[in-house]
């Protein structure tokens, strides 16, 4: 019965009701222009034509990257694991040509396809690439094809020499594209430890810390393998704070990882382990100190932060008065949504040079402080408000990944939740005299298991949906953001990109702006 009167709603709810006015819809454009802007910042070719330059001498080839050069004579071997790889490994051939000799890469299965049928070719490799293409970790889950592409990868650095250079890609969701458990743990056997660890409630750094100290290539380990050769590895982060050990478990930065490190992480939690997994922790093997650091080369091409500055400059020069505000947005969502709403009433009120301006500003920073953002630049922000005079319109930017509790069996992600929620906070407080346009989305072009990478919303949404007999709270109670975006008509809420073949977290813009309707 729910299913029919979904799908009788959809029916009714048209794309003209959802914009209210002619310059909503212009806001609503410059939103998505934003977001696409942060988005093509960190695209694999722009990424690497701003990383590695090839420059010709009368002698020899050189690769410079990262302050330093490396000398090319048909030596240079590649290989990588995560998300945007393909993208990455078809822009570095494209740069380096003749002088790659071999190459492995280990990609998310489908992920060729995919970008193939979206017609993404510049994302793909050409029909006669050196590089072999491996795909496995189905649902970012590490399996037995991801072992058999580590394996590969493994076998092709410790073949190298000292004369060779490796060129190393590394992306999110490299963690489960790399799985190599040290001898003799099996892939189940680090699964199990990891997957407790996670149900127990550990951080991601204690996450990282067992799962480096269970494996041959994390950690260093793909750095160490591949020794005498040079390493440069390019990475593209997607995590908070751009820790290049935690970035798929850092297969080319060294982690000092000792067993009572492991052991004291196992016993806070009161995990009991196989003994084959403690044999291991008390051998000594895991994140040995790596001897020959001046060997290896990381170099951060990609960030979040990055995106942002990008997606800066667009807002500016479309007129905004512009504040990137953090790069490092985490927690709860029930708490970030309440976050945003605020933000925008905070704004709104002094574009109208409302009374209530100081209290609410004094409102916002007690709840951003509750959030703990260690970049937060919201006494900036107001600072560059104030000695800008008077003001049209403003554009907020954020970035980061925040967490949601799934409770229910519907279709969602974070960026859909996200969205619905600030436009339900703003439903119990709405804005009067300006208008306003919330955008939350995946820089990867997919949020949760849906075809959106986020959506878009504003404080008349909710109003609006229950005059056409949606309940809000019961789309949120059911996880279930996707379906209630999707009740309008042609989804015209939703952020659809596609996948981008790239991934630096998600990307906030929130603008306000005087009203201009009568």
Avoid at 52 to 63: A, F, G, I, M
Avoid at 257 to 281: F, H, M, N, Q, W
């Amino acid at each position: 019965m729910a299913g029919l009167f979904r799908v009788t709603v959809r029916r009714l709810i048209s794309s003209r009701t959802l914009i209210p006015t002619r310059s909503m819809a212009a806001l609503q454009d410059d939103a998505h222009r934003i977001f696409w802007s942060a988005v093509s910042a960190v695209l694999p070719p722009r990424m690497l034509r701003r990383a590695l330059t090839v420059r010709e001498t009368p002698d020899s080839s050189l690769l410079e990257c990262g302050g330093r050069a490396y000398t090319l004579q048909k030596n240079l071997y590649l290989v990588g694991c995560g998300k945007a790889v393909l993208g990455m490994a078809a822009a570095v051939e494209q740069i380096i040509g003749s002088h790659l000799v071999e190459g492995v890469i280990s990609i998310p299965r489908g992920m060729e396809k995919s970008l193939r049928e979206a017609g993404k070719r510049e994302m793909l490799l050409s029909p006669d690439s050196r590089i072999r293409v491996m795909e496995g970790a189905a649902n970012n889950l590490p399996d037995e094809e991801a072992m058999l592409a580590a394996g590969e990868i493994q076998r092709l650095v410790e073949k190298l020499e000292e004369k060779h250079l490796l060129l190393v890609l590394i992306s999110g969701g490299g963690s489960a594209l790399l799985p190599a458990p040290v001898p003799p743990l099996t892939l189940q056997d680090k699964q199990a430890v990891t997957k407790q660890l996670a149900l127990k409630g550990a951080t991601i750094q204690e996450l990282n810390t067992i799962r480096r100290a269970l494996s041959q290539l994390k950690g260093g380990g793909l750095s160490r393998a591949a020794y005498p050769a040079q390493v440069l590895s390019l990475i593209l982060s997607d995590v908070v704070g751009d820790d290049l050990d935690v970035i798929a478990s850092g297969p080319t930065v060294t982690s000092a990882v000792t067993a009572e490190d492991c052991l004291r992480i196992l016993s806070k939690y009161g995990l009991r382990v196989p003994a084959v997994v403690e044999e291991v922790l008390l051998s000594g093997t895991p994140a040995e100190p790596f001897q020959h650091p001046d060997r290896v080369h990381n170099v951060l091409i990609g960030s979040n932060l990055i995106s942002l500055r990008e997606a800066e400059r667009e807002a500016q020069g479309l007129g905004y008065v512009t504040s990137l505000l953090s790069a490092a947005i985490s927690g709860d969502v029930k708490v970030v949504s309440r976050f945003y709403a605020l933000l925008a009433e905070v704004i709104c009120s002094y574009l109208l040079s409302a009374p209530q301006w100081p209290e609410l500003e004094e409102k916002i920073l007690a709840l951003a402080s509750s959030l703990h953002i260690p970049d937060l630049n919201l006494a900036d922000c107001f600072q560059k408000l104030k000695e800008a005079g008077e003001v049209e319109a403003v554009c907020l930017l954020c970035g980061g990944e925040i967490t949601v509790q799934v409770q229910g069996e519907g279709l969602g992600g974070r960026n859909q939740e996200l969205a619905l929620r600030v436009a339900s906070e703003w439903h119990q407080s709405p804005m009067q005299g300006c208008e306003v346009m919330f955008l939350s989305g995946g820089t990867d072009g997919q949020d949760g298991p849906t075809q959106a990478a986020g959506a878009v919303s504003y404080p008349q949404l909710v109003g609006q949906a229950q005059q056409s007999g949606l309940d809000v709270e019961t789309f949120l109670h059911d996880s279930d953001s996707y379906g209630f975006f999707s009740q309008f008509q042609n989804g015209h809420r939703l952020l659809v990109t596609g996948l981008t073949g790239t991934n630096v977290m998600d990307v906030q813009v929130l603008l306000v702006r005087r009203r201009k309707d009568p």
